[in-house]
């Protein structure tokens, strides 16, 4: 998406919420594109690095989110730069942030905490999870030009990492599960986009997901049977007169 605009990754603050395998992963992919990660979070809170996660860094949430019950906040024990807050200030706290990725829950991003993003002066949103960004939160970034990423494009390579579709399409040399991503990927986006342009809203990824989506599960109208004889089209019938009634004088 960023290539096509002639953007890039490299030096960009990233905000992310959630703490999962999502999130975490989102992290990773940013750091090796030279983005800075800053935020994450969970139920009981955020944690905030003002100069961004290292991998280190990582390593050590990861650890802290493999023990039940742990909470992404006992990461501040480990770090002396990091902040801690409650996880619906995480919006507010993280400033001068360039994207978005929202992983935590449905409709984590209101109208008003839409704002909040831009206010920041946030470039783009690029949903981790199921509709994050509620329609009025999703209308606000479309109209003040912000690149908007939706979930039914953006979780479209999640079904790859399966066991089961790894099991039914195992990975054999020289290909690689990140390549596949990359290029399954690159074809939804490729799809999306022309899509949009192809219903006249050129640009917009999330009307073009939706209706790439719908032209997907329409269902085919069948094909006409070979060996049945056309049939005669019935000719016009002239319409039923309707019949007068008369009424006795008394």
């Known amino acids: 998406v960023l290539e096509d605009r002639g953007k890039s990754l490299e ?3 990233c905000l992310i919420t959630g703490s999962g395998k999502v999130a975490l992963a989102v992290a990773e992919k940013l750091l090796q594109f030279g983005a800075i990660p800053v935020t994450l ?3 009981s809170g955020f944690v905030y690095e003002p100069q961004g996660f290292t991998s280190g860094n990582l390593e050590t949430i990861k650890s802290i989110k493999r023990e039940r019950g742990a909470r992404v906040g006992r990461y501040i024990i480990s770090s002396t730069t990091a902040e801690f807050g409650a ?4 919006y507010e706290t993280a400033q001068d942030v360039d994207f978005v990725f929202p992983c935590s829950h449905t409709n984590e991003i209101d109208y008003e905490t839409s704002n ?3 206010a920041h002066g946030c470039a783009g949103v690029f949903e981790g999870a199921h509709r994050p960004c509620n329609f009025e939160a999703r209308k606000n970034f479309k109209r003040q030009g912000v690149i908007f990423a939706p979930y039914r494009a953006t979780l479209a390579g999640a079904a790859l990492t399966s066991g089961t579709e ?3 399409n195992p990975i054999t040399e020289p290909e690689t599960l990140d390549g596949r991503i990359d290029a399954k990927m690159a074809a939804v986006y490729e799809e999306v986009k ?3 342009a192809e219903f ?3 640009g917009d990824l999330d009307v073009g997901a939706n209706i790439a989506g719908f032209l997907k599960v329409r269902p085919e109208p069948e094909p006409p049977d070979p060996n049945l004889e056309p049939q005669a089209e019935a000719e016009p019938q002239p319409p039923t007169p309707t019949p007068i009634r008369r009424w006795a004088a008394t």
Do not use: M, P, Y
């Open 166 to 168: 790894l099991e039914r």
């Open 11 to 13: 030096g960009k603050r």
């Open 194 to 196: 022309a899509t949009s």
């Open 41 to 43: 979070s969970d139920r």
């Open 116 to 118: 909040v993003v831009l």
């Open 87 to 90: 996880s619906d200030k995480v």
């Open 200 to 202: 006249n809203a050129r």
